[in-house]
């Protein structure tokens, strides 16, 4: 079975920074998969924060653009997010997601995990107070 889990969470004053990791298991990496990470805030929608190919092609939403960096390493089989400069905004449970196909047909929808669109961790929170 394929199994994501996130770690890396926790309370963080604002302009402080947090790695976030993913490590998988049950999951080939190959050049046919994508990395993703989501995030989802109280009353708010599910939110794409940013992809990784297998080639190592990245997008980041503008909302995180300039302040996030994702990153894998195909023989852990682990992705990472990194957040520097966080804002009070960027309080969410941040998920992990692994498909097949192609990032640039990402999962878009209001709520997060969708199981039904991919794999997914359990999500771990991120708290920034200022």
């Known amino acids: 079975a394929v199994q994501l889990v996130e770690l890396g969470g926790g309370s963080v004053e604002a302009g402080g920074s947090l790695r976030l990791f993913c490590m998988l298991s049950?999951?080939?990496?190959?050049?046919?998969?994508?990395m993703a990470w989501y995030r989802q805030a109280p009353g708010h929608d599910c939110e794409l924060v940013s992809t990784i190919t297998s080639s190592g092609s990245t997008y980041y939403s503008d909302s995180v653009k300039g302040r996030a960096t994702a990153s894998q390493d195909n023989a852990k089989n682990t992705v990472a997010l990194q957040m520097n400069s966080l804002k009070d905004e960027d309080t969410a449970v941040y998920y992990c997601?692994?498909?097949?196909?192609?990032?640039?047909?990402?999962?878009?929808?209001?709520?997060?995990?969708?199981?039904?669109?991919?794999?997914w961790g359990q999500g771990t929170q991120v708290t920034v107070s200022s």
């Open positions: 997601m692994a498909a097949r196909g192609f990032a640039s047909a990402p999962y878009v929808g209001a709520v997060c995990p969708n199981w039904d669109f991919g794999y």
């Open positions: 049950g999951f080939i990496f190959d050049d046919n998969h994508y």
